[in-house]
């Protein structure tokens, strides 16, 4: 064999070892390795026991999946019960601790829906979203009352408590609800508390403008900011329902509710005594 034939069969050696096997080795690694993933959770119901449920199943399997790299929060929500708005809120603030977490408004993220949206690190929205609602809301305990037949071993027994303290049980759960949209938004915000805790509600082109959101945009920018923020690439998107076994409902979760009329029309008031973080629209409507 010549000294040039040897010097070119060494070079094709060289090559093959180190070109072609590593480039096959990575081919056949990359079959194997799992894209990272970000993690869709869809809200479009009112905030209850159930729903809540399903959102803080979804919210531990991403915080526990190490392929979830971020998560994108998709509401469509007037808000629900103080304790499970809450108890959503915690997990999320878990979830931020180790991955992004950035939400969509799609048509609304009122009261309660925007106690969540202000525990995430960035807010999209649409124009026409139906944003804010900062504020709380409950039915007055009824004044004590003699009930014949019925006896009780104190005068809040059977109503609870006096209604001075319900009110101010509800001013404390609105100043800790500003609280956490300051913490949440922190220098973002532009509009003063006075006019935060109006409790008005914003076209999402009014909250840009407020600081309230932080951009408008659609779905896909939604995911290009989560990709950025977790810092990857070629990413996979999933909806977080199914491999958490949360199964999507045929109907509404939370159904029972609202209020209806005799007539089984559904209306905007909570059915049960509590205090919510609820939008209620059409005042005029309550039977």
């Known amino acids: 064999m010549s000294e040039s034939t040897q010097a ?20 056949l690694l990359s079959l194997f390795i799992q894209k990272p993933q970000i993690g869709v959770i869809t809200l479009n119901d009112a905030i209850a026991s159930s729903t809540a449920q399903d959102m803080i199943t979804q919210i531990i399997y991403a915080r526990t999946h190490p392929e979830i790299k971020a998560v994108i929060l998709v509401l469509n929500t007037p808000g629900g019960t103080v304790t499970d708005v809450e108890s959503v809120y915690m997990e999320l603030a878990r979830l931020r601790q180790t991955k992004p977490v950035i939400t969509m408004v799609e048509g609304m993220a009122a009261s309660g829906g925007y106690y969540l949206l202000s525990g995430t690190d960035y807010v999209f929205a649409k124009p026409s979203s139906t944003i804010g609602n900062i ?43 500003y609280h956490a949209v300051m913490l949440g938004r922190g220098s973002r915000l532009k509009a003063p508390a006075e006019v935060i805790l109006r409790g008005q509600v914003y076209t999402g082109s009014d909250a840009l403008r407020m600081g309230l959101i932080d951009e408008l945009g659609s779905l896909s920018q939604a995911y290009d900011k989560a990709a950025q923020m977790a810092h990857i690439a070629h990413y996979q998107v999933i909806d977080l329902k199914k491999p958490s ?18 007539d089984g029309a559904t209306l905007s008031y909570p059915k049960d005594p509590g205090i919510y973080l609820l939008y209620v629209p059409n005042v005029e409507t309550k039977p």
């Open 8 to 27: 070119k069969t060494w070079r094709f050696r060289t090559w093959f070892l180190y070109v072609i096997i590593p480039l096959v080795i990575g081919i």
């Open 135 to 177: 504020g709380v809301l409950g039915y007055l305990p009824t004044p004590p009352t003699v009930i014949a037949g019925l006896y009780s071993t104190g005068p809040y027994k059977l109503w609870g408590e006096p209604q001075d303290t319900f009110i101010g049980e509800m001013e404390m759960l609105k100043q800790g609800f």
């Open 245 to 262: 076994g949360v199964l999507p409902p045929a109907v509404s979760q939370v159904s029972g509710f609202f209020q209806t009329t005799k």
